[in-house]
């Protein structure tokens, strides 16, 4: 009788041994599928991420490029432009009609070169950079202005035996002169100049980053 127990008992626990090895395997085997599965998922996620990377910098790096090429055209022409209002300060002193047109028509075509030159950049340049701009070329277009309505006013007097005599309308006149005193009040030379040199500090700053 006791002979038959052990037999039942050695046959149970042999099966289930058999039973619990299985199990274990399986485990096994489930586990390093899931291990596998996993690895390949995240080597597709890295992969993706490395490729969204390098698009990233390359956008980056022409981005950048594109800000160099913009600041360095952009730099000369400001240089230019400090220069030739520097001159126009000084001109701007002495008398309508003893000053030097060819000073004037020079800063004029730097205005233009320059405001031309900063509109067609204007979606690239830096935000710092930009601000700084902005208020530079309000400063010039004030100045522009400025020279426009000397030159408006002038033309209302002809020169006659030496003397100068209006004939232009006077509504028109009054209303130039205080634009001019405006202009005159708000010292726009000396702000352009300011304009200019904080600008030129700005990108000579992003240079020095880069390098």
Excluded: C
């Amino acid at each position: 009788m006791n002979e038959l127990i052990e037999q039942a008992l050695d046959k149970y626990f042999s099966d289930f041994k058999e039973y619990h090895l299985i199990i274990l395997i399986l485990f096994t085997v489930i586990i390093a599928l899931m291990q596998i599965i996993q690895s390949i998922l995240v080597s597709r996620k890295i992969e993706r991420f490395k490729n969204e990377l390098k698009k990233s910098e390359i956008r980056f790096s022409r981005h950048n490029q594109l800000q160099v090429e913009a600041l360095s055209n952009i730099y000369p022409i400001l240089v230019e432009t400090h220069l030739h209002t520097l001159v126009l300060q000084t001109e701007i002193q002495k008398d309508v009609n003893e000053r030097d047109s060819l000073i004037i028509k020079n800063w004029q075509d730097s205005f233009n070169e320059i405001f031309n030159e900063y509109t067609k950049n204007a979606y690239i340049i830096p935000n710092e950079i930009k601000n700084e701009f902005s208020k530079f070329i309000q400063s010039l277009i004030k100045v522009n202005s400025y020279l426009k309505i000397e030159k408006e006013l002038k033309e209302m007097y002809v020169e006659i035996q030496g003397n100068d005599h209006f004939f232009g309308e006077e509504e028109k006149r009054i209303e130039l002169t205080k634009d001019l005193d405006d202009l005159k009040e708000e010292k726009t030379l000396d702000r352009v100049i300011d304009n200019v040199t904080n600008l030129k500090t700005e990108i000579e700053e992003y240079f020095l980053k880069i390098d």
